[in-house]
């Protein structure tokens, strides 16, 4: 494999990584949130934070251009006081990538801690431990496997992003042609055999992702 293939495959486990970390803490506390708490409004965060795992990425990417371009509501007052702006940088893969990829470990992480025992939780408040002790030291072990599914999930759902990222990074040959672009550039001019390798590549990861998955989370404990 060429140069081309490597940065690609480098640039998206890299993304990747970036991203899931920030949806392992960020998720993780949404969902610590709407698995235990019950308030107004409560329905609306769950809708609005599920809608890019229903929006087609590309309208998801159109939002985030609204959003942090360098016209953007946010984009541009960074641009603004910094001269700088996210769109077609590696960062925008990231963040395009974290959009994408947070439903899918919010869903899962709720779900894994809105199944626990309740006695259980109300037993380390008997015993004295503060909200936060109890969620550090009772329900993230019991809920371990579900936020580890979650987690792999969202990996590799940022790892196979394509639209969002098309729309905010651009499809910049050594700067933001992530594995997936790299195969939709590959498929387009014809290098059938590149195409095949990353597309195997792909799939081959794919797989092991939803292996591990199954293997994680098939028991919540």
Do not use: C
Not at 7 to 12: A, D, E, M, P, R
Not at 53 to 74: A, D, E, H, S
Not at 110 to 121: E, G
Not at 163 to 173: K, S, V
């Amino acid at each position: 494999m060429d140069t081309y293939v490597w940065f690609s495959i480098q640039l998206s486990l890299r993304v990747a990584t970036v991203a899931t970390l920030f949806v392992a803490v960020i998720g993780g506390v949404i969902a610590y949130f709407l698995a235990t708490r019950q308030f107004r409004g409560k329905t609306f965060i769950e809708i609005v934070v599920t809608l890019p795992m229903i929006l087609p990425p590309t309208v998801t990417g159109y939002y985030l251009i609204l959003l942090l371009g360098r016209n953007g509501v946010i984009g541009n007052v960074i641009y603004t006081l910094t001269g700088w702006s996210l769109m077609f940088s590696w960062h925008a893969a990231v963040v395009a990538a974290f959009v994408v990829a947070l439903p899918l470990m919010i869903k899962t992480a709720q779900a894994a801690i809105a199944s626990l025992d309740r006695s259980m939780i109300d037993t380390a408040y008997v015993l004295g431990y503060s909200e936060l002790q109890t969620a550090i030291k009772v329900m993230l072990p019991l809920a371990r496997k579900g936020i580890l599914a979650g987690v792999i999930l969202s990996f590799a759902r940022a790892m196979g992003e394509f639209g969002a990222t098309l729309m905010l990074a651009g499809n910049i040959p050594g700067r933001t042609n992530t594995l997936p672009l790299a195969i939709y550039t590959a498929a387009a001019s014809g290098d059938w055999p590149t195409a095949h390798v990353m597309v195997g590549l792909l799939t081959l990861m794919s797989g092991v992702f939803l292996f591990l998955v199954h293997k994680f989370g098939a028991k919540v404990s």
